[in-house]
């Protein structure tokens, strides 16, 4: 483990040197991020944004979707793919909330422990470990790394978790071997490496900032 966690020390700084420390966009409310994140499942991030625009275009409030006719959802939502099933789960999710907490307001997750707040949104159907720790990272600040599919091909490759670990296992693994104050930074970074350079087919390994950090590199891409 300890190597593994000097391993991503080196990843994280020498990202930090190619990329910068990176900028996302505005924090969203945590409930406006929890229906975001359940869009953007087997999505991009524009089919993702557009639906979540429709919605918030045709519905006033998040209570006016949570009890609109789910034909209507699951028309408002289709740009996202997926949306007769996205769209009922959509508002099972919103009326769970509701009938709990007797409103959509989920700041009070924000005093909460990271632990106890991951618990409590790993309850719902459709809310599983990347959905979560996208909400406590970048909703409520909290300290947790999502692992979406570039993330989990990214990180194998470099040898920074098990070969054969799935995502949903490698979220703890990895906030065990980066450090929290890394878990921003190098969650981005490792995204934005995975789209442009580490991609899933040719990888650009010549151009890789960790081209001599990685195994996947070494043994299998020719250096220039």
């Known amino acids: 483990m300890e190597d593994s966690r000097k391993l991503a020390q080196a990843v994280h700084q020498k990202l930090l040197e190619f990329y910068g420390a990176p900028i996302w966009r505005n924090p969203l409310p945590a409930i406006d991020e929890l229906v975001s994140t359940i869009l953007s499942q087997n999505t991009n991030d524009h089919n993702r944004d557009r639906a979540f625009q429709a919605l918030r ?4 409030t998040w209570e006016a979707v949570r009890d609109a006719p789910t034909a209507e959802i699951i028309e408002t939502i289709r740009p996202a793919g997926l949306a007769n099933r996205k769209g009922p789960r959509l508002q099972q999710v919103l009326q769970q909330i509701s009938a709990e907490r007797g409103s ?6 924000q005093a909460m422990s990271t632990e106890d707040a991951r618990h409590w949104l790993l309850k719902f159907n459709g809310v599983g470990p990347k959905t979560a720790a996208i909400v406590l990272q970048f909703a409520l600040g909290k300290p947790a790394f999502p692992v979406d599919t570039h993330v989990h091909r990214v990180t194998g490759r470099l040898g920074l978790r098990p070969e054969g670990m799935s995502a949903e296992q490698a979220h703890i693994y990895l906030e065990e071997i980066f450090h929290p104050s890394a878990y921003y930074d190098a969650h981005l970074n490792l995204i934005r490496l995975g789209r442009e350079i580490c991609v899933a087919r040719h990888p650009k390994c010549p151009a890789c900032p960790l081209y001599e950090l990685c195994a996947y590199g070494q043994a299998n891409c020719l250096k220039n």
Request: charged share 20%; hydrophobic share 50%; proline share 10%.
């Open 57 to 60: 275009q045709r519905f006033p």
């Open 104 to 109: 959509l307001d989920l700041s009070f997750l």
